[in-house]
């Protein structure tokens, strides 16, 4: 997700969400390649309203918490749940 949220940037409108949607779902799926993910990979985003309207906003500039570092930096082992 952080890295999502990062590919909006400040001053920038993206008026054109579909396009934009298409971008970030191939930049998943590569960066899911770099991590040697051992699996079939395949990837459906959904776009709610609200990511919507951030893209369309130019004061819009994303900001990560500490919740959210936290999260990224642990690694979660799918295979063992």
């Not at 949220?5 to 960066?31: M, P, R």
């Not at 609200?50 to 990560?64: A, G, M, R, S, W």
Request: proline residues 1%; glycine residues 4%.
């Amino acid at each position: 997700m952080h890295k999502i949220w990062q590919s909006k940037e400040k001053g920038i409108v993206i008026d054109n969400i579909h396009e934009f949607c298409g971008i970030l779902t191939d930049a998943i799926i590569k960066y899911s390649m770099e991590k040697e993910t051992g699996d079939n990979v395949s990837v459906i985003f959904i776009a709610f309203k609200n990511f919507e309207n951030k893209l369309k906003d130019p004061n819009f500039e994303y900001t990560c918490n500490a919740k959210c570092l936290e999260s990224e930096t642990e690694e979660i082992d799918l295979s063992q749940i």
